[in-house]
């Protein structure tokens, strides 16, 4: 099976910074979209930032100027530089990855959504 394992998280200031990492592992074929999402207490997830094939990426309004998302196939790894944070950016913070994945050679090869665990992004006033 494949898993996406966050790293970055953490408390921070606002005006501060934090560089959030996602790796994903596991017998992969290709990776089509990797992205952040977020979920703050009493609310929806949502999407922050995506990175598609071809290079072309998606943000949410809020975000833009702000983060950038960032990826290296080589190493299956998706980045959100996350810059001027604002406390309203505290949130649980998810990688998610559209993978074409086998769980073994025995088997097909299959698309479909993995997340990670999260990890938690707190920005102080």
């Known amino acids: 099976q494949v898993q996406l394992v966050e790293s970055g998280g953490g408390l921070v200031q606002a005006g501060g910074s934090l560089r959030l990492s996602c790796v994903a592992s596991?017998?992969?074929?290709?990776?089509?979209?990797m992205g952040w999402y977020r979920q703050a207490p009493g609310k929806q997830r949502e999407l922050v930032a995506a990175?598609?094939?071809?290079?072309?990426?998606d943000y949410v309004d809020g975000v833009k100027g702000r983060f950038t998302i960032s990826r290296d196939n080589t190493k299956n790894a998706v980045y959100l530089q996350m810059s001027s944070l604002k406390p309203e950016d505290t949130a649980v913070y998810y990688c998610?990855?559209?993978?074409?994945?086998?769980?073994?050679?025995?088997?097909?090869?299959?698309?479909?959504?993995?997340w990670g665990r999260g990890t938690q992004v707190t920005v102080s006033s």
């Open positions: 990175f598609r094939s071809g290079g072309i990426t």
């Open positions: 596991g017998s992969i074929f290709s990776i089509n979209v």
């Open positions: 998610n990855a559209d993978v074409v994945a086998r769980a073994s050679v025995f088997q097909a090869y299959t698309r479909r959504d993995y």
